[in-house]
């Protein structure tokens, strides 16, 4: 990926950094890369994710999904870290698999899709590090009690990503389903490039060499300037802004098929950075479409934002037709790629010409390569962007404390946590 950071600098926006302060920052940089490498040496708990691409055996995971190859929907079943990583990469690509990610317990929606389906066809890709977050295990169930009542062998049509031990693991074995691991020492929203996030690629069939190669090309980026690597000027300039007063990073990829990568970017900014008080709140925006939602505050409102673009160079496009309408006629010269670039850079320009600082990612296309490059880059930028910070990037403590008082309250053990949901404070207005 390529990084344009010349709307963020003190000379375009306000808030803004200076060039001076980014050659400061320079330094920071410089060190934290130190760390960062030799926390990939030393195969330290989530620096250890920045050497998946090595790491990750394209092969395994092909022989691991052959007995579901043939499916025509695939359910993943995770959820956070152990469904967005693949979700961005097949709702980005194009495949004749459907894919579903039951990462929410609604049980209408879960129902709806149960019903749609044709289950003889399907398959499930159950996925959790821990083994034992109760969404998962529970909407596990749930498709596993379905796949039975359709008169269809769940456990020939399973296969299980999870840690060396858990509940996971020991049903796993149990029906002696097929079984890859959370690598050690990756964290689920970092762990798109292992098992976790490439199970789903490999039933869609497709290129998982191609998408390790590509975040292979962004690892050699890594380098001790913030001029010299794209994900360490992301990293750094979403940190100093965040320093200046712009709290909330609005996500904005101009591609239909990038939707989801926003929400993975969500994850992975929110609690990675989310600690002692500090961090930066991400927002989901996608473009066109929120062009005519949320561009308002974001040129006009609070000057608390940065807005991060993601734009792709090229992909396929289609001809406006011709219209006899004179007031329209301009749009016939023009194809829906063309259009999606002019507003792209009309809504870029706008923002910098308001003072609102901005970022432009650009990779070349949608595919296997390009995206492995923006999922390792974006990766690097945040454990950078922790670094400077002095947070934990790795832990979230915050969300495991739900997590606690979730099963304490459901009766899956003793849990303190739970104790705090009896000591609700409230002030309630009734009809
Ligand atoms: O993979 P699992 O252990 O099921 O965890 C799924 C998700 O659970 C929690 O919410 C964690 O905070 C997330 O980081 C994680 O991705």
């Not at 194009?94 to 879960?110: A, C």
């Not at 929110?270 to 473009?287: H, M, N």
């Not at 561009?295 to 496009?317: I, N, S």
């Amino acid at each position: 990926m390529n990084v344009d950071i010349g709307n963020a600098l003190a000379s375009v926006a306000s808030p803004g950094v200076s060039r001076e302060s980014l050659e400061r920052l320079d330094n920071h940089v410089a060190a934290a890369h130190e760390r960062i490498e030799r926390g990939m040496e030393n195969q330290a708990h989530g620096y250890e994710a920045l050497n998946l691409p090595q790491r990750t055996d394209p092969d395994e995971i092909r022989a691991a999904v052959e007995p579901i190859a043939d499916a025509e929907t695939l359910f993943t079943v995770g959820i956070g870290g152990s469904s967005l990583g693949a979700a961005t990469i097949t709702n980005a690509l194009e495949s004749d698999t459907e894919t579903i990610f039951l990462d929410n317990v609604d049980p209408e929606w879960i129902t709806s899709h149960l019903e749609r389906v044709s289950l003889e066809n399907a398959a499930i890709n159950v996925v959790s590090r821990s083994g034992t977050t109760a969404e998962t295990l529970a909407n596990f169930l749930v498709v596993r009690e379905a796949f039975e009542s359709a008169g269809v062998d769940w456990t020939e049509r399973t296969i299980v990503t999870t840690g060396e031990s858990g509940p996971l693991r020991e049903l796993a074995d149990r029906h002696d389903l097929p079984a890859l691991k959370v690598p050690d020492g990756v964290p689920g929203r970092f762990s798109a490039l292992s098992a976790v996030g490439m199970v789903a690629a490999a039933v869609c069939g497709h290129d998982l060499e191609a998408l390790l190669e590509g975040a292979a090309a962004e690892a050699e980026t890594l380098s001790g300037s913030l001029f010299e690597c794209p994900a360490y000027a992301y990293g750094a300039t979403a940190y100093a802004l965040d320093e200046r007063g712009a709290g909330v990073n609005a996500m904005m990829p101009y591609a239909e098929s990038l939707e989801t990568s926003a929400e993975w970017f969500a994850q992975l900014w929110a609690e990675s950075l989310g600690k002692d008080d500090l961090g930066q709140t991400p927002v989901r925006a996608l473009g066109v479409t929120d062009q005519h939602s949320q561009l308002q505050l974001y040129r006009a409102g609070p000057r608390d934002k940065l807005v991060t673009f993601v734009t792709a160079q090229e992909g396929t496009d289609r001809q406006i037709p011709d219209t006899d309408v004179a007031e329209l006629s301009y749009l016939g010269d023009a194809t829906l790629g063309e259009l999606l670039e002019a507003e792209f850079e009309a809504t870029e320009a706008s923002l910098a010409a308001a003072g609102r600082p901005n970022v432009r990612i650009e990779i070349e296309r949608v595919d296997e390569y390009e995206l492995g490059g923006l999922l390792y880059g974006l990766e690097a930028a945040c454990v950078l962007a922790g670094e400077l910070y002095g947070v934990n990037t790795f832990e979230q403590p915050a969300v495991e404390w739900a997590k606690n008082a979730t099963r304490g309250l459901l009766g899956g053990g003793e849990f303190e946590e739970a104790e705090a949901v009896a000591d609700k404070t409230e002030l309630r207005v009734e009809r």
